[in-house]
DNA sequence: GTAATATCAGAGTA
DNA sequence: CTACTCTGATATTA
């Protein structure tokens, strides 16, 4: 059943996932509701590998500004219950049906006949807009289109996660767009022709209401996006931004040409099928052909890694340079458009499917000094390439994803198990393990973090689920096709061949040497003779990544494992970075921990770490 | 088991 | 207010 108060953020929740830059704590990256009153969540003080950071400088810049976030009086409001009339759409008008497959009218999931409309959402008297006033400390356009970004992601998740508790709708993307809509946190909210602010060719997505809060695109569902332009003297309605989403099946492998098809032909309400027409969508490239002017071309994708899912990647400006009619399959007239992308553009959908078929052949990836820097000791091979100088690899280290614990694991207190047959779920209060993480499970289906917490506890050798089990997700070992590559300026680093979802298990710390007794500050990384690709992660003020303790074969709470997860959506071969922490805490033991001259480049840099 | 195809509730914009 | 739409989740069937 529905309640209302799923759909009310908690403002501490909302205040902390609208935090994502550097405004109150920068050594919490992630805006997944971290409680700000926490105090065992350290900055992670990491000692990089030898000879990882040649000399320079970073220059710091003041960060300060404002999101285009202005604050909002009042959520929509709305009725607890409707009964929907007679419009069911399905229940005349019919022609004639053949019996068909897929699932049969009024077989929803909630059984309710397609009558009775489940409540919409009230976000009575929310006012979201003054918590969110801070959010931005940057007026870096890319800095607040990672922001808004980031909160969108983290509502989504949240809110996922509280609906599987309850036996709510599972739309937590509309949920986390109509949040971000009413207290006005986007990007872009102006149509433009062009680049948009603060987004970049490569960029991606797995929702359309991402496209929507960032000023991309701005229809919820539409394909097309236009908007009346000014040329000259005379006013034309042109198009802005295009989704293929590969519904209407044009097989390319040249992903600087594409095919579009017009809107409309295929009403939803009814079964006819009619030509389409030059109007509102087809109108407007049918203009933007005459005009010449740059269209965005977001491309979607079926997700490899989600069987229901799909990635949307950004791939820059294309124009348009013909059109046509054609007859469908359907027998209707349909309107083809074809684009062309500008030259000069990096790469962005190309990009995606060149590392999609390394995935599938590790082999046709070229340029590799050594296939498997791991030596078998992970499941997938860590491949080591230089693209960039001679050097032929880093120095010498023993490859391990062996966690080094100051006793042996056997005299650790046990962690406590659940009872669940096969596999926890959620809203199972007879489910230790979720009680343990505070009632809910941590992770979603997917195997994404939902929040950031303290601690999180996994399922674990005490446990009678089974190892489907959701809530064991870090310690069956990163899964990632890892790139250890030579960067220009920062020595070694580390990067991956698929796009990483913000929530995604990346890999654990593997050599972390903790203190006695697991300190709130610093916990240090020690990478210097072995390790796992962790080691190979360069320090960044505005990181991708950030760390998390996770317990699962222990009950100690004083020698958590680290583990990395992905902070925001990042695309295939970016590099992948965390923050260091701030230079100056406290350090003990070996005096390694020298301030270091920061090379991230970042806007937020802050020169030093 | 899985891939295809159906339903259905949606949100933003014109 | 309504129509429109290259959604996204889920159930059912081939």
Known sequence: ?????????????????????????????APMGVNVNQS???PLVCVTPVGQFSAGFGAGTSANGAIDATPISAYKT???????????????????????????????????????????????????????????????????????????????????????TQDASRRADLKAGAIMMASNIRANSGKRVGTVPGVEIGDIFYFRMELCVIGLHAPSMGGIDYMTSKFGNDEDSVAICIVSAGGYENDDDDTDVLVYSGQGGNSRN??????????????????????????????????????TGKIYIYDGLYKIHESWKEK?????????????????????????????????????????????????????????????DHEKGPAHFTYTNQVKYVRPLSSMKKLQGCGCQSVCLPGDASCACGQHNG???????????????????????????????????????????????????????????????????????????????FEPLPIKISAKNMGNVSRFMNHSCSPNVFWQPVQY???????????????????????????????????????????????CGSQNCRGLF
Not at 276 to 284: F, I, S, V
Request: proline share 7%; hydrophobic share 30%; net charge positive.
């Open 40 to 42: 065992s969540t350290p």
């Open 78 to 164: 709305r009725s607890n219950i409707s009964l929907d009339g007679d419009d069911d759409p399905y229940s005349g008008n019919q022609t004639e049906r053949k019996p068909r497959r897929g699932r049969p009218p009024g077989s929803g999931r909630d059984g309710s006949n397609g009558k009775l409309k489940r409540p919409k959402p009230t976000y009575k008297n929310f006012v979201a807009g003054k918590e969110l006033a801070f959010l931005a400390a940057s007026s870096d356009p890319r800095d607040i289109v990672e922001a808004v970004h980031m909160t969108f992601e983290a509502l989504r998740r949240r809110h996922l996660q509280m609906d599987e």
């Open 553 to 599: 074969d222990h009950g100690d709470d004083g020698h958590p494992h680290i583990m990395f997860f992905a902070l925001k959506h990042i695309p295939p071969m970016t590099e992948l970075t965390y923050d260091y922490g701030v230079a100056g805490a406290e350090s003990s033991g070996s005096g390694s921990r020298r301030t270091k001259n920061c090379m």
């Open 1 to 29: 059943m529905y309640r209302a108060s799923n759909f009310i953020p908690d403002p501490n929740q909302v205040l902390l996932d609208a935090k994502p830059l550097r405004s109150l704590a920068p050594m919490f990256p």
């Open 328 to 388: 469908t399959r359907s027998g209707i007239n349909c309107f083809k458009y074809k684009l062309l992308r500008e030259p000069g553009q990096r790469d962005g959908a190309a990009l995606w499917k060149m590392t999609q078929k390394w995935i599938d052949d590790p082999a046709t990836r070229g340029r590799v000094l050594l296939a498997d820097l791991s030596s078998k000791a992970e499941t997938i091979p860590v491949s080591l390439v230089n693209e960039v």
């Open 270 to 307: 009814t079964e006819e099928r009619q030509d389409q027409k030059l109007e509102r969508g087809n109108l407007a490239l049918e203009r933007s052909l005459h005009r010449k002017n740059e269209i965005r071309v977001v491309r979607g994708f079926k997700d490899p890694f989600c069987l």
């Open 439 to 517: 009632g809910d499970l941590p992770y979603s289906s997917l195997g994404l973090l939902s929040c950031r917490k303290p601690m999180i506890y996994e399922c674990g050798e005490s446990c009678n689920c089974s190892t489907n089990c959701r809530n064991r997700v870090t310690q069956k070992g990163p899964r990632l096709h890892f790139e250890v590559f030579r960067t220009t300026n920062r020595g070694w680093g580390l990067r991956c061949w698929e796009p990483v979802r913000a929530g995604s298990f990346i890999c654990e710390a593997s050599t972390y040497v903790s203190a006695d007794e």
